[in-house]
């Protein structure tokens, strides 16, 4: 059965890269992203929801925020209320981000064996990268995909299709890891083999996606399959 449950169907032998999603993924941001989202709805006398957010997580802040606006017939224009959004965000970012537990041994391991790495977010550039930094993890990757490099996030495909296009791989070279939904359909829209990390935010995982439990299950998971390689 193997760790990742019934649906593990990898092609390990031809693995040539791994594209990971940051947000909730690779790095535990969604506890202040929620808070985030609460303060900014509470300034104009609204209330959020857990339920709500989860609805909310994949897309950029630019797509998300016109759906707030609309849900909440919130006052001002869209690029003012964008802005306030930003506020401080990239700061909390470099204070409160942490990896999640046993990526960088993931990291570690994907090194070492050569397996090429993209990390594949909606967020801005801006945002993440004083966090990235801080969390010493940019040399781990070949490339980084963010919002700024395509007109659609996720759930749209386009943000992996771009990913592979940077890479050089096709779609059955490499595999996604994701932890929200709109994430998992991106990746599985661009045909990609997908791997779902369960986490408490997640609504439901589409039908396609493996699943595994945590990052050091599925270290264990590839360590077990290159050593039978």
Same mark, same amino acid.
């Given at each position: 059965?193997?760790?990742?449950?019934?649906?593990?169907?990898?092609?390990?032998?031809?693995?040539?890269?791994?594209?990971?999603?940051?947000?909730? /993924?690779?790095?535990?941001?969604?506890?202040?992203?929620?808070?985030? &989202?609460?303060?900014?709805?509470? /300034?104009?006398?609204?209330?959020?929801?857990?339920?709500?957010?989860?609805?909310?997580? +994949?897309?950029?802040?630019?797509?998300?925020?016109?759906?707030?606006?609309?849900? *909440?017939?919130?006052? !001002?224009?869209?690029?003012?209320?964008?802005?306030?959004?930003?506020?401080?965000?990239?700061?909390? *970012?470099?204070?409160?981000?942490?990896?999640?537990? +046993?990526?960088? !041994?993931?990291?570690?391991?994907?090194?070492?064996?050569?397996?090429?790495?993209?990390?594949?977010?909606?967020?801005?550039?801006?945002?993440?990268?004083?966090?990235? !930094?801080?969390?010493?993890?940019?040399?781990?990757?070949?490339?980084?995909?963010?919002?700024?490099?395509?007109?659609?996030?996720?759930?749209?495909?386009?943000? *992996?299709?771009?990913?592979?296009?940077?890479?050089?791989?096709?779609?059955?070279?490499?595999?996604?890891?994701?932890?929200?939904?709109? +994430?998992?359909?991106?990746?599985?829209?661009?045909?990609?083999?997908?791997?779902?990390?369960?986490?408490?935010?997640?609504?439901?995982?589409?039908?396609?996606?493996?699943?595994?439990?945590?990052?050091?299950?599925?270290?264990?998971?590839?360590?077990?399959? &290159?050593?039978?390689?």
């Amino acid at each position: 059965m193997g760790r990742l449950g019934m649906r593990l169907s990898m092609d390990f032998q031809h693995l040539k890269g791994v594209l990971i999603d940051f947000d909730g /993924t690779l790095v535990d941001t969604i506890p202040f992203l929620f808070k985030h &989202y609460l303060s900014f709805l509470k /300034t104009f006398g609204q209330e959020g929801s857990l339920e709500e957010f989860k609805t909310l997580m +994949g897309p950029s802040l630019e797509e998300f925020v016109p759906i707030l606006i609309e849900r *909440y017939r919130l006052p !001002e224009k869209k690029h003012v209320l964008i802005s306030l959004y930003h506020q401080g965000l990239a700061d909390t *970012y470099k204070r409160e981000g942490k990896l999640i537990a +046993g990526a960088r !041994e993931f990291l570690d391991f994907c090194q070492h064996k050569k397996i090429k790495m993209g990390l594949v977010t909606s967020s801005a550039h801006l945002l993440i990268a004083s966090c990235i !930094e801080a969390l010493k993890i940019k040399d781990y990757f070949d490339f980084i995909v963010t919002k700024e490099n395509v007109k659609k996030t996720k759930p749209d495909p386009e943000i *992996y299709l771009h990913a592979l296009k940077t890479s050089s791989l096709l779609a059955d070279q490499v595999v996604a890891i994701e932890d929200s939904r709109a +994430g998992i359909l991106a990746a599985l829209n661009a045909h990609i083999p997908t791997i779902a990390i369960r986490n408490p935010y997640l609504i439901s995982i589409p039908s396609g996606a493996m699943t595994t439990n945590s990052w050091k299950d599925l270290t264990l998971c590839f360590e077990e399959a &290159y050593a039978r390689l």
